[in-house]
Structure formats: C-alpha cells, structure tokens
C-alpha cells in the first residue's frame, strides 16, 4: 500500500517491520511475499527463489544419484573434469575448458581424429604378428600383394590393416622408429669400452637424424612416383602410405643395431644384408602393386620411368641400411 510518505510495508509471515524504519521519509519497503515453509516458490511480488533442497536417492547418500557420471561412489561430489573445473573455479573454469577444447580441435585434432588418420592404427595384435613375419621374411608371403576394397558410402575404399595385411600403417614404423632411436642412444653407454654416458643429447640427435631421413625418403619417393605418372593415368599414392612402407625401415634396422650387442662382427654382417635384401624385396613389391595396380584403375600406359624409379628405390635401400647402421 502506496502513502503520502512512501511505501508501507505490510505484514509478512517473518513479523512485523520494525517501527520507524524507512527509506526517503517513508517506510520500510515491501519485502518478497515468500509461502511459508516451501523453498524456491516466490509469488508474483518478485524476488529470488532459494535454491532446491536436493534429493535424496534410495542409498541415502544424498546431493543427487550416485549412479550418474558425474558422482562419486558414496560420496556424490562431481567427477567428471569438467564439473571439478566448475565446482573449483567456477565459471572460469568451464570456460578455460572449453578454451582448451577449442585450440585443440582447431590446431592438432583435425590431423588425427579423420576417418582416414584413424585407419593406420586400426591394428590388431593378429596383425602385427602377421605384419612382422611379412616384413622380415617376404619370401614366405604366398599371397596376393594386392590390397583389398571394400563399398562404402560415396564410393570404393581399402580395408584397414586389421583387416588387409598389405595395408600400410603407421602403428608398427613408429614403434620401430622409437625403438632404434632407444637402441642406438643405449648403445653409446657401452661405447668406448663401457667408458661412453648416456645423455638427453644423444637422444634427441639420434631421433632428430633418423626422422629426417624418413621423412626425405618419403618425400622422394612420392615426388618419384608422381614424376613417372603419365597423360593416361597418375601414378601417385597418399603421403602417410609411402611414409608407412619407408619407416619400416626401422625394423630391421634395430634388429641390426641389437646384433651389434653381441660383439661378433659376422652376426651384424649378417643381419644386415638379410635386411637390407628383404627391405629390397618389400619396397619392389610395394611400388610395383601402386604403379602397376593401384594404378590401372585411370588407365595404364607402360613407361620405361616405372622401371627406373622401382630400380632407384631398390638401389637406395642398402645405402639406408648401412647409414642406420652406423649409430
């Protein structure tokens, strides 16, 4: 109710305002009509509402279902990272989250969450098994080097790995990559009659040299490839296959560097030229399949260029052995 003075408060269920208080020469103003003995259900004179009484579910645990995501087991408090970021920084929490979210999708996570990406790590351990017999030993492959199809929607694609033991990957190069890079810095501290150290340096050495050698021959061997392509048809294959087949490389070359443990020079002779002749093997037959194959489905057109690129890469290959070797 409006007077000459001001506004009046009027009774509340709290009591009655407390006499001679006003504000500009008037009364007290009018406090939110709040029902009695029910939270959070403000009338239409305006105001905020309490916060819910949360529920209790059937374990008595209280502060919500321990049963969801976000609760912890007999305790309910929330779990998930982004409810901890919310409870402990508030808002500036959920957004440095999604912040991060954000930099991450746009910078690194468009390069490895494609369908294509995923494929070259769609391995299985009957795969890598089958895989490693075939690198070190192609001469017992009595299959068929060609890769299988498969529909899909919008076209024709190839099986992954786990599905097609001529696919490439990029599971087992990097494995091998890491592992000679290992073997040849753990080498160094039995260097020099077991008076060598191991440093950070030489690890880093050792991987930065072995990683630039991968990707230069990749890269030669696609510029290779796609120099004997024709008017017919192009002769081509995508960068990470190439780079697949290439890092093999590593795989024979840590066994060769480990065969060097035994002191005993015709067992490192050895294993380097059984090697290097069936990384010759591998790469012939690897390129073969994507120039005379892969690629006849735009119309294949014989060229002398096939003949010297496969001759380049398979000359190459002890070269690669013998530099490797050397760590």
Not at 113 to 126: G, I, K, L, P, Q
Not at 157 to 166: E, F, G, L, R, V
Not at 251 to 277: C, E, I, P, Q, R
Request: hydrophobic share 45%; proline share 6%; aromatic share 14%.
């Amino acid at each position: 109710m409006q007077s000459a003075g001001g506004w009046e408060q009027t009774p509340t269920p709290y009591g009655e305002p407390r006499a001679g208080a006003s504000y500009g020469g008037g009364a007290v103003p009018q406090a939110p009509n709040v029902s009695p003995g029910v939270y959070g259900d403000a009338h239409a004179g305006g105001g905020y509402a309490a916060p819910p009484v949360p529920p209790v579910n059937a374990g008595g645990r209280g502060y919500g279902d321990a049963s969801s995501s976000d609760a912890g087991a007999g305790f309910g408090m929330p779990m998930s990272p982004r409810s901890l970021a919310a409870a402990g920084f508030g808002m500036y929490g959920g957004k440095f989250l999604n912040d991060g979210a954000s930099f991450m999708s746009s910078n690194y996570a468009k390069y490895f969450s494609t369908a294509s990406m995923r494929a070259y790590f769609d391995v299985t351990e009957s795969y890598v098994f089958h895989k490693l017999r075939l690198i070190l030993c192609p001469f017992l492959h009595k299959g068929s080097w060609v890769r299988l199809p498969e529909t899909v929607a919008g076209g024709t694609a190839y099986k992954p790995p786990k599905n097609d033991i001529n696919a490439p990957d990029l599971y087992i190069p990097l494995m091998a990559f890491w592992t000679y890079v290992l073997i040849a810095s753990i080498r160094e501290v039995f260097a020099s009659s077991g008076k060598g150290s191991f440093t950070p340096e030489a690890l880093a050495t050792h991987a930065w040299w072995s990683g630039l050698l991968w990707s230069s021959e990749s890269a030669i061997i696609w510029v290779a490839l796609r120099s004997a392509s024709s008017a017919n048809h192009l002769v081509s294959a995508p960068i990470l296959d190439i780079a697949a087949y290439v890092g093999y490389t590593f795989t024979y070359a840590s066994l060769v560097l480990a065969s060097k443990m035994f002191n005993a020079s015709y067992v490192f002779w050895f294993f380097l030229l059984w090697s290097t002749l069936c990384n010759c093997v591998f790469m012939a037959k690897t390129l073969k399949r994507i120039i005379f194959s892969e690629s006849r489905q735009g119309g294949y057109s014989q060229s002398m260029s096939h003949n010297y690129v496969l001759l380049a890469v398979v000359v190459a290959q002890p070269f690669v052995h013998f530099w490797l070797s050397r760590a």
